[in-house]
Nanobody, 129 residues
Framework: QVQLVESGGGLVQAGGSLSLSCVVSGRAFNMYNMAWFRQAPGKEREFVAALNRSGKNTYYADSVKARFTISKDNDKNTVYLQMNNLKPEDTAVYYC??????????????????????WGQGTQVTVSS
């Protein structure tokens, strides 16, 4: 099974920035739609950002729009989440996940966690006030 490994989490002050990385094993990275989700203690897993397999379409939760940017580097088999102007409400474990749906299908379903095939172990992001 493909493996996803997140890194880059840590403790930052409100207003600061972090860049998360997710390295995907195997040779099929270009076939994957990719997404970031997060889960805070006692809360449901929440969609954060996604991009389709071509990288031409990106999607963001309203809560992170204009602050977070999802991108990928096919040569490095890596998807990134650049997080700027972090808020305490962003504190959560952040997970990356992959999906093999056609783009037309994915465009209407990217926010559904059960659509994704494989998940990373997560990386903790803590934002202090």
């Amino acid at each position: 099974q493909v493996q996803l490994v997140e890194s880059g989490g840590g403790l930052v002050q409100a207003g600061g920035s972090l860049s998360l990385s997710c390295v995907v094993s195997g040779r099929a990275f270009n076939m994957y739609n990719m997404a970031w989700f997060r889960q805070a203690p006692g809360k449901e897993r929440e969609f954060v950002a996604a991009l389709n397999r071509s990288g031409k379409n990106t999607y963001y939760a309203d809560s992170v729009k204009a602050r977070f940017t999802i991108s990928k580097d096919n040569d490095k088999n890596t998807v990134y989440l650049q997080m700027n102007n972090l808020k305490p409400e962003d504190t959560a474990v952040y997970y990356c996940a992959n999906d093999l749906a056609p783009s037309a299908y994915f465009s209407g379903r990217y926010y559904r966690d059960y659509e994704y095939h494989t998940w990373g172990q997560g990386t903790q992001v803590t934002v202090s006030s």
